[in-house]
């Protein structure tokens, strides 16, 4: 039995509320990137989850409300409703079905430790690493994702686009974040002064890559580097390290059991750098991608909800 709160206002205000509304809940968030979160009370998970996307994008959302019995996000005026997890607009809701659902996650501290798995963590990514897995199955709606962004159709999202200078190389990123780019290559150039491993990481740098239109198989299945707003870096020399999961699979069946030591990573401060401008780092992910930072201020705002939720709990405030 769900408990499905009855308000039919709009949730622009009231923090209180929400806060009280949500503390249990928060602990069901999945605390594994890419694992499927628990669908556990979805209709207060999905309130805890639009409520991270309008405060990470607050010139952007008007609005999270309980609307024809599911909670609803608007964006530029458009309205998204959760739809067990599809973000879909009033005309497709009740096709959910045949969408694949978003996946938010807390996003976590420190980057996973592979010696700690169980036999059923290795399991499980091995069945989602199948190439099966990775081809199959429904795409999301890109409806949310075009409302948030400004455009998921190629020409739509080259509009968007600008250069910016970084860390000695020009790249395109969606204007959304230039300014945040250029606050981490100024934070990054500047800890090279002082931090031997970020001169060295400069000075070992190969590729730098931003927008890149990628379309999986003729779908409409994109990454966020299709919608500039996300930036690989690439050393110059790799040495026997590994990169990316999906790489490493191609040579060693035990791709997830890879050693952190045996994994390329950009310094810390580095990452902190990005971190601290909404971004999060693949280093992190389960199916790791060690060069790839992507811009997702709300995963950041979920995490920071459910740091003040553990602190009411403690205190014994804000349970249901
Ligand atoms: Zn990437």
Not at 137 to 143: A, R, T, V
Not at 166 to 175: M, N, P
Not at 302 to 318: A, V
């Amino acid at each position: 039995m769900v408990a499905v709160p009855m308000e039919q206002r709009s949730y622009t205000t009231g923090t209180k509320r929400f806060l009280a509304g949500c503390s249990i809940l928060l602990i069901s968030i999945s605390l594994y990137p890419l694992s499927p979160a628990p669908q556990i009370r979805p209709s207060i998970h999905a309130r805890q989850v639009l409520e991270a996307y309008r405060r990470a994008y607050p010139d952007r959302i008007e609005s999270v409300a309980w609307q024809n019995n599911d909670w609803v996000i608007q964006i530029q005026g458009e309205l998204f409703y959760w739809a067990q997890g599809r973000l879909l607009p009033e005309s497709h809701r009740e096709r959910w079905q045949e969408y694949k659902p978003y996946v938010f996650y807390l996003y976590p501290d420190d980057a996973p430790a592979p010696q700690n798995y169980t036999a059923e963590r290795i399991a499980e990514l091995e069945r989602i690493g199948s190439a099966e897995h990775q081809m199959n199955g429904p795409d999301h709606h890109n409806g949310f994702r075009s409302a948030l962004y400004g455009g998921a159709k190629r020409g739509d999202v080259e509009r968007n686009l600008v250069k910016v200078r970084f860390l000695g190389k020009t790249i395109s990123v969606h204007a959304m974040i230039q300014e945040q780019v250029l606050r981490i290559d100024e934070r990054i150039r500047g800890f090279a002064k002082t931090d031997s491993d970020v001169a060295q990481f400069l000075t070992n740098l190969g590729s730098i890559g931003g927008y890149n239109w990628r379309e999986i198989r003729g779908t409409s299945r994109i990454s966020m580097h299709s919608f500039g707003l996300a930036i690989d870096i690439q050393p110059k020399r790799l040495g026997s390290k590994a990169i990316y999961w999906q790489w490493e699979a191609e040579r060693n069946p035990q791709w997830m059991l890879v050693s952190q030591s045996n994994r390329w990573a950009p310094p810390e401060a580095v990452i902190k750098a990005f971190e601290a401008e909404g971004f999060v780092w693949g280093g992190k992910w389960d199916l790791y991608d060690q060069m790839h930072f992507e811009y997702r201020p709300e995963l950041h705002e979920i995490s920071k909800l459910y740091m003040i939720f553990s602190t009411l709990q403690k205190y014994g405030i804000g349970g249901e």
